[in-house]
Structures are given as C-alpha cells and as structure tokens.
C-alpha cells in the first residue's frame, strides 16, 4: 500500500530507460500492449535472471537446511480449494483505487473506501485466479487454474521431499515460479501485474519455535537486500493488523521499499502456522506429518514464509541503482547496480574499428565471456560508449587502444568513480574479478598503473 511520500526518483524516467535500453517493454506492444503484463529485453532478461539466481544462492545454494523444488503451475483443482483460495475470494468485491484495500461491497456503508476515503471500483465477483480448461472438453469437469501462489507446490510435496532427502526439522522448500493473479487494480510499471514471477520459501518448523524463526527470516530478508545495495532507510517493516491477515496466516509483517509512488509492499514474511499442512491432509486424506524422534510423536510442523515478487524486486533495484550527475555541459545517468545484478558485467571497447586492434579487442572479448555477460562496442566514441554502459549500469569498462598494441596492456574504467587502471592483459581476468568481487582498493599487478577521475584536469 503506497503512503504519501515525496518522490525520490521519477517513475517516468524508469519506464523511459528500460523501454530506451532494451530492459522492459509492454507485452504485445505492436497491438497496443495488453494490460499489466510486461516483456523483458535482452537487459531486463539478465537482470531478472540474475536477481533469481542472488535469491537462490543465498536461500538454498549457501545452505544446508533450504532445498528446491519446481512444481507445475496447473495443479490439482481439490488444491485451491484446500488452500482456501476458491473460496476465499469469491465475494463481490470491490477495491480502492488509492489504498488497494479490498472490501465486500455487500458489507459497505458509503461508497467510498472506509480506511481512505479513496474511490471504488464496480463490484464483481470477485475471484482472483484465471480459470482455464485441461483437455479437449471445455466443461466444469475440466477446470483448473493457473496458480496464484507457488507455496502450494511446496505444501503437496512436503511428503515427497521429506521421504528423499531424509531432512530434519526445521527446514526449507523454496521455489521461483510464474503466478497469476487476476488483480482488480494494476499499474506502477511492473509493481503489480497479472502474471508475475514469485520467489517464496517455506520453512518448516516445530510448533512454538516459529516466532524465533519468523524474526530470524525477518531479519535475513532485510539483509539481503542491503548487502545487494539497497539503503537501510529506503526499507520499512509494515506488520499486519489482526483484521487484515490472509485467511492462511497467523503473522505478516511487510517489508516496504521506498518506490517512487512512495512505500508500498517490496516483500511479506508470514506466520501461516499449520493451516496448509493440515489443509492438505484432511481434503487430500493423507497422513502428513514429520516424526519428532525426540519427542517419539507425529506433528505437523508450522510453516515461516518469506515470499516475495521478481519482479517487484527489480523495480526496486533499478529505482534504488538510478541516478544522475552533471557531466560537462550534459547529464550523467548511471545505473549503480551490485556487480551481481548487473545485466552486463564488462564491455570490452576497442578505441578504433582498426585491426590489429580489433583483432586483439576480439580475443580478449572472447576470453572474457567464458567467466562473464561482456558486451563488446566498437560504434562512436569512447566517452559516448562509457556513457552507454552507464546507463544500463556496467560496472566496468577495458578500453583497447594502440598503446595496448605495443605493450600488451589495456584500460579499465570503473563506472562508479570513473577511475581508470591499466593493467598487463595477462592479469586482466584476475582485475576484473577483484573488482567484481567488490575489491576497493587499487591492488596493482605487476606492471600497471592508475589514475583518478579526480585528479584529471
Ligand atoms: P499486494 O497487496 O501488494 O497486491 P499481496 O499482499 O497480495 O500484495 P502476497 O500475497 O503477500 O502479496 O504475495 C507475496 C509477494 O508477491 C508480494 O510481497 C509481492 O512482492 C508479490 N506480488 C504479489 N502480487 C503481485 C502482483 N500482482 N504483481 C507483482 N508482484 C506481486
């Protein structure tokens, strides 16, 4: 839900940016687009894949306690009536244009949105999945969904996992995945849109030990993304009144970003107790449970989950990574993106399109993008190209030119400072990762040299 604040970054500029360079542009754009659905670029498609693979290094690959699983987004239809979302959302709604609060319009004095005085929508009957049909016949028999969460997917297979990977509590099924939700109001570029990617982990705990765990992934949530580079006081923890909790959760408590549109809901880490396990047990009439061999009895673990939307974590990076500075008589725009989240990591430049230099600007190229997405530009000026890869926030540029001809060594230039370090080609890999790997400092091979933006005249 966005509170008014002022405005720290434009949206517009955002939407300009990643149409201009290639990040987002409007599904189906050649027939007007279609309404809240998103195309990401050749840019855009890095930058997703590389916030996923963040997400996923730091709640499975670094742990022991977090596997991962990749469940079907048609499932069963007998699932979303377990899970409570058939029925859940089956009342004529109406929502806030403003606050996004949805109310029964049958319960409402007024019309006007009690908690804001914002306007309403029309009242429908409302549920948020898409429906579709499985096989030939398009019948009631046939009906599924495309899900609106990727939690479930987890919740029918907790049996599965448990019995093949022999995992003691607590622990940890995460998973990313398409979901659908057919929202009733969209909009703020890809904040909310109808077909969005989910990233969610389910944690699996002893009853009685899940509030400890909830702050524990409280507390991580948060820190991941301030080591990826978002500013502590662009975050905000929102928790749940008891009214406003899911039919499902016990505790919510929102992790709010500062968007431009002003804070709103970046991610949600909820208590949702045993609500699901047990669900499933009783429509599905299997036993689910874990044996405690401590305590020598069945129970059914309660489940701690952070969930969170890729796509809203992008937005968040690129708002946070925006930024402009004067520059001469014109304007610098940098994207400063965490080296992990950068969508191109290098470009290699050769300073003409003259061989034997683009032959060896080439063969470094080629080199490079064995460990790395390099990018290699070779069209106009040198200072133009830099500001290109500013802009689509390329943290470092190796500038090939006839000097390197003679003695075998090249430029780097680093987008943030603007400071320049030539080193031996020979060492250029092992430069290049140091910086990647966040190295301030200006370590020097043997046989390089620096000199600083600042001291230029
Ligand atoms: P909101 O109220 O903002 O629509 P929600 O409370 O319904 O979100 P949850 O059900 O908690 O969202 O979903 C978990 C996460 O999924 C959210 O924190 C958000 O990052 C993401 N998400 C939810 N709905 C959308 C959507 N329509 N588009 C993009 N991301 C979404």
């Not at 006007?112 to 030939?136: D, I």
């Not at 975050?235 to 008891?242: A, I, N, S």
């Amino acid at each position: 839900m966005a509170e008014n604040t002022p405005s720290r970054v434009d949206m517009e500029k955002i939407v300009s940016l990643c149409r201009r360079r290639g990040i987002i542009f409007p599904s189906s754009e050649i027939y007007g687009g279609l309404s809240s659905c998103w195309d990401y670029g050749p840019l855009g498609v890095e930058i997703k894949r590389n916030v996923k693979e963040a997400w996923w290094r730091a709640m499975v690959q670094e742990r022991d306690d977090v596997i991962g699983v990749d469940a079907s987004i048609l499932m069963h239809p007998r699932v979303w009536e377990a899970s409570g979302h058939l029925e859940g959302f089956s009342d004529p709604l109406v929502e806030c244009k403003g606050c996004h609060q949805r109310w029964r319009s049958d319960e409402l004095e007024g019309d006007r949105c009690p908690s804001c005085g914002g306007e309403l929508t029309e009242p429908r009957q409302f549920n948020m999945m898409f429906k579709t049909f499985m096989g030939p016949v398009e019948d009631d028999a046939s009906v599924v969904y495309l899900r609106p969460e990727t939690a479930q997917g987890m919740f029918v297979n907790f049996e599965n996992v448990l019995n093949t990977t022999r995992k003691r509590l607590p622990f940890g099924i995460a998973q990313i995945g398409k979901a659908f939700r057919n929202e009733i109001t969209t909009g703020n570029f890809i904040f909310r849109s109808r077909e969005f990617e989910l990233m969610e982990m389910e944690y699996f705990v002893k009853p009685g030990t899940d509030e400890e765990w909830f702050e524990y992934w409280l507390e991580e949530r948060q820190n991941w993304y301030i080591n990826l580079g978002i500013k502590k006081e662009h975050l905000r923890l929102r928790e749940h009144e008891k009214e406003e909790l899911s039919h499902y959760s016990r505790r919510t408590v929102d992790i709010n970003y500062l968007y431009p549109m002003g804070w709103a809901e970046l991610e949600g880490v909820a208590n949702r107790g045993d609500f699901d396990l047990s669900q499933h047990a009783s429509f599905s009439g299997k036993e689910i449970t874990y044996f405690d061999e401590g305590t020598s009895e069945h129970i059914v673990p309660y489940v701690v989950e952070p969930a969170v939307g890729v796509d809203r974590i992008v937005l968040a990076f690129l708002c946070e990574a925006y930024d402009e500075e004067p520059d001469k008589d014109d304007i610098r725009v940098v994207l400063r993106f965490h080296p992990d989240l950068a969508p191109v990591k290098v470009a290699v430049l050769p300073l003409s399109r003259r061989e034997p230099l683009v032959e060896m600007a080439k063969d470094i190229y080629a080199g490079l993008r064995k460990c790395w997405s390099v990018a290699y530009d070779d069209a106009q000026s040198v200072g133009r190209r830099y500001r290109r890869q500013d802009e689509t926030g390329t943290p470092l540029c190796v500038t090939v030119d006839f000097q390197s001809l003679e003695d075998n060594q090249v430029t780097i230039r680093e987008r943030d400072s603007m400071n320049q370090i030539r080193v031996p080609v020979s060492e250029l890999q092992n430069a290049l990762a140091a910086k990647l790997a966040g190295e301030d400092l200006f370590v020097l091979p043997p046989g390089g040299q620096v000199w600083l933006e600042a001291e230029k005249g």
